[in-house]
């Protein structure tokens, strides 16, 4: 019998390279599109949704249900001076780490008042008892309380400023952010565009780089970005020199 030919090989699609502006646009974009659809009332849904952390194990004829201890001794207590960011933050640990243990509705209650302040003890305890013994009626006046806004959207974004923690590319997409919950089109319109820009720069408290910015022509958001990359870089770069100097 005649040898048969081997098939040939299949061809690989090449993929095609992607600039760097690119991968600085699509971050951005997807991390504010992702935000804009966040609601203060459904802080702990998405959590709650495809998550199971329980191991079901088949003894017999039965079947067992398995979840690992999760203790909530590693999350700190909840600040209610904290920053609205650091409140939501906290909240959703806390959902996430419920979710996980598998916390009854009573477990979930008692975990809350453990790691409530003083202040917010007091708060809970002018409650009426249906509410403070209801899990559902209690995590609903929390949110209310302590993770709704007091401002509007609109106000937040038009009185933001860069934080004395966080880095200008921080507060960008910070800002960035806010001006998608503000409805606000900075990225479609070269007017709003323009005005985001400059409402950025005029809000950075580093001195030296505002000044920067302000001579620097920007054609938009990506150009500005990649600013910004580059000086965050050039910071990396001069701690790492002076950490070689102090080692030698």
Excluded at 71 to 88: H, P, Q
Aim: charged share 30%.
């Amino acid at each position: 019998m005649p040898d048969k030919k081997p098939p040939p090989p299949k061809k690989s699609k090449r993929s095609s390279p992607s600039g760097p502006s690119s991968s600085y646009s699509s971050s951005s974009s997807s991390s504010s599109d992702s935000s804009s659809s966040d609601s203060e009332d459904s802080l702990d849904e998405d959590l709650t949704t495809g998550v199971d952390a329980s191991d079901a194990t088949k003894v017999g004829g039965t079947l067992l249900t398995l979840r690992p201890y999760v203790s909530s001794s590693t999350l700190e207590k909840f600040d209610e001076k904290a920053s609205m960011g650091d409140r939501r933050s906290w909240w959703e640990r806390f959902v996430n780490m419920s979710v996980q243990g598998g916390w009854t509705d009573k477990m979930k209650i008692s975990e809350l008042k453990m790691k409530m302040s003083s202040a917010v003890r007091n708060w809970r305890g002018q409650l009426s008892k249906h509410v403070q013994n209801n899990w559902r009626r209690l995590s609903g006046e929390f949110k209310r309380k302590y993770l709704k806004a007091r401002t509007s959207e609109s106000e937040r974004y038009y009185t933001m400023r860069q934080k004395s923690n966080e880095s200008a590319m921080e507060f960008f997409y910070r800002l960035n952010e806010a001006a998608v919950k503000a409805g606000i089109r900075y990225k479609k319109g070269k007017k709003d565009s323009a005005h985001h820009i400059k409402r950025f720069i005029k809000n950075l408290s580093d001195q030296q780089l505002k000044a920067i910015l302000r001579n620097t022509r920007f054609h938009n958001l990506d150009d500005l970005e990649y600013a910004l990359q580059q000086d965050e870089d050039l910071d990396v770069s001069s701690r790492d020199a002076k950490v070689e100097r102090t080692l030698v």
